[in-house]
């Protein structure tokens, strides 16, 4: 096993989410696939059954009103990773994960805001036709992540 200091930290949070269970699914496995912490930007986490390791109460869980406030307290020296399907983002295959990132997902039925594209250090997608349910995106970048391990940056 590789020292936790090794590989750095990643969090992982939902902007605007549009459903409770989405939410509830991604933090559960982001409790299983080692995020330091989870986070929401404008809709408010609820508890969730789905959440049966009750995540929210294992790890830091923050909340930000609006897209400044979190880009204004992103842990320093982080990356932030956006996954959206856009022509400019890379590919998760080819995608080498950063030490310490901070990924950000979009809502269910819109995606990542303009402002929030803008915000990304890096943009990162899956090679498929249409878009993938947020708490499975979610999970599958940390499970990339966990598999292929971290470059030092």
Not at 126 to 139: E, I, Q, R, W
Request: charged fraction near 20%; aromatic fraction near 10%; proline fraction near 3%.
């Amino acid at each position: 096993m590789v020292n936790n200091l090794e590989q750095g930290y990643f969090g992982i949070g939902i902007q605007n989410g549009k459903t409770p269970e989405n939410l509830g699914v991604l933090w559960r496995s982001a409790q299983n696939l080692g995020a330091s912490f989870i986070f929401t930007i404008g809709n408010r986490y609820h508890k969730q059954a789905c959440d049966t390791h009750k995540a929210v109460g294992a790890m830091p869980y923050f909340h930000y009103n609006n897209l400044e406030e979190f880009y204004c307290n992103l842990p320093k020296s982080a990356l932030l990773i956006g996954v959206e399907l856009t022509e400019e983002a890379e590919s998760l295959e080819e995608f080498n994960h950063p030490r310490r990132a901070v990924y950000l997902l979009g809502a269910e039925d819109h995606g990542l805001t303009n402002q929030a594209i803008e915000k990304c250090h890096k943009l990162v997608k899956f090679k498929s036709p249409k878009s993938l349910n947020v708490s499975v995106a979610g999970s599958i970048v940390m499970y990339d992540r966990n598999l292929k391990g971290t470059v030092i940056l």
